[in-house]
């Protein structure tokens, strides 16, 4: 079983930067995408960026260009780099990791969130 650890959130003021990670852990056959989602307050969850196998990137168009989406294959690690941070910004991010595992069973992990406040 593939699970996926956030970590990273915290306060940071308008126009400041914080960056996510998320650890996946388990095994697994392969990895085909990872990626953050954010939920706010009385909003539906929606994708922020995510970075296939391939290397192919995807953002939402509210952060492009704020927001940069990496990773470190040899830790199974996908970071968020957030810049000039808004407070429409605020939300749990969430991390999300799809695959295959060596059964050849599709997996879809979610980690616990981690909150990210922009405020002054």
């Known amino acids: 079983q593939v699970q996926v650890v956030e970590s990273g959130g915290g306060l940071v003021q308008p126009g400041g930067s914080l960056r996510l990670s998320c650890a996946a852990s388990g095994s697994f056959f392969r990895m085909n995408v990872m990626g953050w989602y954010r939920q706010a307050p009385g909003k539906q969850r929606e994708l922020v960026a995510a970075l296939t196998r391939g290397g192919a990137t995807n953002y939402s168009d509210s952060v492009k260009g704020r927001f940069t989406i990496s990773r470190d294959n040899a830790k199974n690690t996908v970071y968020l780099q957030m810049n000039s941070l808004k407070p429409e910004d605020t939300a749990v991010y969430y991390c999300?990791?799809?695959?295959?595992?060596?059964?050849?069973?599709?997996?879809?992990?979610w980690g616990q969130g981690t909150q990210v406040t922009v405020s002054s």
């Open positions: 999300n990791a799809r695959g295959r595992d060596y059964n050849l069973i599709d997996f879809d992990s």
